[in-house]
């Protein structure tokens, strides 16, 4: 059984350069990356004469070993991790994606979504070129496999100016490692140091697991050049208005990172803080829906001057599959992932805490869960503001008609769930926890799902819709 009701990232890379350990160092970056996808993993390593790969379906402790860890040798190294939706295991899809070009042998790995794929995809095939995997970001390699640029960042940048849509990108060839970052910024990259060499990353959680210093992030349309020289810097695309994810602070990123040149943490504790502000109840407790509501349900306690305290139980020891029982068990999915503590709610009035509410199944069990424990009354407060929109730049979402928010009123959906009261973060909220300040207003991130406002130009004709129960998901990287 899959968990369905939950937003999903996409994937998560790692790329490190100069370093005698590279894919060693890959592989710790990519069980600190693991949140950012759980289905499929991969590291391509170069030790200066050829290049060496292991890739697999499964968690990063499935897929690697003592023994093909070893056989990964050189001083640079790209990982990533993949989240996917169907069932077909997509042995093909796997990334990094490995190719050849008039230069040599390339690797490559990709996070986020191309809107005009499909088109690129059709135009290459037309023209001559096989495909050897469904995933979007293939189309980057055909292109960079064309272009007659002089230098190998000449064609990278030749070949990405051609797709539209979110990218944070690597490209590991024999001499060098290059990281390529859209000129939205939708999906966060980073650049780190070693003591020996450079790592670039997802999220700055990578940097603390290898203790390598945070330098800062890659900029929105910026390319890093890393060689044996130094760290290179070019901004080859033309300037737009940054628009990274802000459902990146609300939920994706671990909290422990900075991402955004911002910590998590202090963003997702002032979430809870604004809400409390905008949705004081008078209440007993304050709980979480673990693990992601925890940081703003602790920002409401502290701004409600309601007690904090452990109501739910996550089984961290559940993965996204298992086995029903043959003999029906109420609420099941739920129930072997989270547990509540009757000591902590029974008699009390409760108020829960999560990030978002997608079709509401999860939250009716919930807050049932919670009343059965003996709670008098269940309060729900979402960390931000309703989810009406699917994203189309590398997030896992269910069509809108299967938003709840986009297709019921506010009450309608209390009454689903069966809260006593709920309540979501207003988008001026949100705002004030981002930025860290009284205003509210959006500078730099997108917030299409809460709008339905994209910030990069999308075609019916182009973007297919994501759905949970959609096979197409297969092409998102």
Do not use: W
Not at 160 to 168: D, E, H, T
Not at 306 to 334: C, M, Q, S, W
């Amino acid at each position: 059984m899959k968990e369905n009701d939950q937003l999903h990232e996409e994937c998560g890379i790692v790329g490190v350069f100069g370093n005698p350990n590279a894919a060693n160092l890959a592989y710790l970056g990519l069980y600190a990356l693991q949140h950012r996808g759980q289905e499929a993993s991969g590291i391509v390593s170069y030790d200066g004469k050829k290049f060496h790969q292991e890739k697999g379906v499964g968690l990063v402790a499935n897929v690697f070993n003592e023994n093909n860890l070893a056989a990964l040798v050189g001083s640079s190294a790209v990982g990533h991790n993949r989240y996917s939706t169907a069932g077909d295991d997509g042995r093909a899809n796997v990334q990094p994606l490995v190719g050849t070009h008039a230069f040599g042998t390339i690797a490559m790995a990709h996070n986020g979504n191309l809107v005009n794929a499909d088109l690129l995809r059709t135009s290459l095939e037309a023209s001559g070129s096989v495909f050897q995997s469904t995933v979007d970001s293939e189309v980057i390699l055909h292109r960079l496999a064309r272009s007659t640029a002089r230098t190998l960042v000449d064609r990278i940048v030749d070949a990405v100016a051609g797709v539209r849509g979110a990218y944070s990108l690597l490209f590991l060839s024999e001499a060098v490692l290059i990281a390529v970052r859209d000129p939205y910024g939708v999906r966060p990259l980073l650049l780190g140091q070693l003591k020996t060499g450079y790592v670039v990353a997802s999220e700055s959680c990578v940097f603390d697991l290898i203790e390598a210093k945070y330098i800062r992030d890659i900029e929105p349309g910026e390319v890093i050049q890393i060689d044996e020289s130094g760290i290179t810097s070019f901004k080859p695309f033309p300037k737009v208005q940054p628009a990274q994810c802000v459902f990146e602070f609300v939920y994706f990123s671990r909290p422990d990172s900075i991402i955004f040149s911002q910590s998590v943490y202090g963003v997702r504790k002032r979430l809870g803080y604004e809400l409390a502000k905008e949705a004081a109840i008078a209440a007993d407790i304050v709980i979480a829906v673990p693990d992601s509501g925890v940081l703003a349900a602790l920002g409401f306690s502290e701004a409600a001057k309601i007690p904090y305290d452990v109501g739910l139980i996550r089984n961290h020891y559940v993965g996204r599959t298992f086995i029903e029982p043959k003999e029906a068990i109420r609420h099941f999915g739920v129930k072997v992932k989270l547990n509540a503590v009757r000591e902590v709610l029974e008699g009390k009035r409760v108020v829960v805490i999560d990030d978002s509410i997608v079709r509401g199944t999860t939250s009716k069990k919930i807050v049932k869960m919670i009343r059965e424990a003996g709670a008098k009354e269940v309060h729900m407060r979402i960390s931000a503001p309703p989810i009406l929109s699917p994203c189309f730049y590398g997030i896992d979402t269910p069509n809108r008609n299967e938003l709840i928010a986009a297709t019921h009123a506010m009450d309608e959906i209390r009454k689903y769930i069966t809260a006593d009261s709920l309540a979501y973060l207003s988008m001026e909220g949100m705002f004030r926890a981002v930025y860290h300040s009284e205003s509210g207003q959006n500078h730099h991130f997108c917030n299409a799902c809460f709008t339905g406002k994209y910030p990069i130009p999308l075609d019916e004709a182009e973007v297919k819709q994501p759905s949970l129960f959609d096979l197409n998901m297969l092409t998102q990287s």
